[in-house]
T-cell receptor, first 112, second 112 residues
Framework: AAGVIQSPRHLIKEKRETATLKCYPI?????VYWYQQGPGQDPQFLIS???????DKGSIPDRFSAQQFSDYHSELNMSSLELGDSALYFC???????????FGSGTQLSVL | QKEVEQDPGPLSVPEGAIVSLNCTYS??????FMWYRQYSRKGPELLMY????GNKEDGRFTAQVDKSSKYISLFIRDSQPSDSATYLC????????????FGTGTRLQVTL
């Protein structure tokens, strides 16, 4: 069965650089969520989209933005990167009104 | 205080043992309860999904929810070394694109 696909798998950036993470949800899933997980931490909700509109917002810094496109894939744009942004970034998808979230394998972002 | 509390472990058990993992929560609006398994540097994998109070069994896994006590449990019977992972409880209040609130995760090690 098709799963949530995230790219890139690993990303190394320097401080103050910009990064773009991509997420391709499971086919027919119209809702996408972004989570950030620091080492030894639980995933923290950043933002979600339903039918290409932002539906909820969590602890996402103003330096980050995201959007969902017409094919339902989503991109997380991160600017002015800081050392503390180093983390695993997960994308998850679900069907509308379904509480079951399916996660991708994540993007490991390292900011040097 | 976090909305969802979970003992981080680590929890070490011999192969074949019954494992009990637990979470408590404070938000009475939570209606949906999930258990995810996460291997190192991988995305969380949905194991069990329960709505409201009650028990649910799937193979070697049993999930229990007691909303009156705000307490959920995951039991693993006949534990295997391949069960060694971090187990995260997660919950949500429902609704379109509802975000999950995670526990910190319990690291489980099943030894031979």
């Amino acid at each position: 069965a098709a799963g949530v696909i995230q790219s890139p798998r690993h990303l190394i950036k320097e401080k103050r650089e910009t990064a773009t993470l991509k997420c391709y949800p499971i086919p027919r899933h119209d809702t996408v969520y972004w989570y950030q997980q620091g080492p030894g931490q639980d995933p923290q909700f950043l933002i979600s989209f339903y039918e290409k509109m932002q539906s909820d917002k969590g602890s996402i810094p103003d330096r980050f933005s995201a959007q969902q496109f017409s094919d339902y894939h989503s991109e997380l744009n991160m600017s002015s990167l800081e050392l503390g942004d180093s983390a695993l970034y997960f994308c998850a998808s679900s069907e509308q009104l379904a509480e079951k979230l399916f996660f991708g394998s994540g993007t490991q972002l390292s900011v040097l | 205080q976090k909305e969802v509390e979970q003992d981080p472990g680590p929890l070490s058990v011999p192969e074949g043992a019954i494992v009990s993992l637990n979470c408590t929560y404070s938000n009475s609006a939570f209606q949906y309860f999930m258990w995810y398994r996460q291997y190192s540097r991988k995305g969380p994998e949905l194991l069990m999904y329960t709505y409201s109070s009650g028990n649910k069994e799937d193979g070697r896994f049993t999930a229990q929810v007691d909303k009156s006590s705000k307490y959920i449990s995951l039991f693993i019977r006949d534990s295997q070394p391949s069960d060694s992972a971090t187990y995260l409880c997660a919950m949500s209040g429902g609704g379109t694109a509802s975000k999950l609130t995670f526990g910190t995760g319990t690291r489980l090690q099943v030894t031979l």
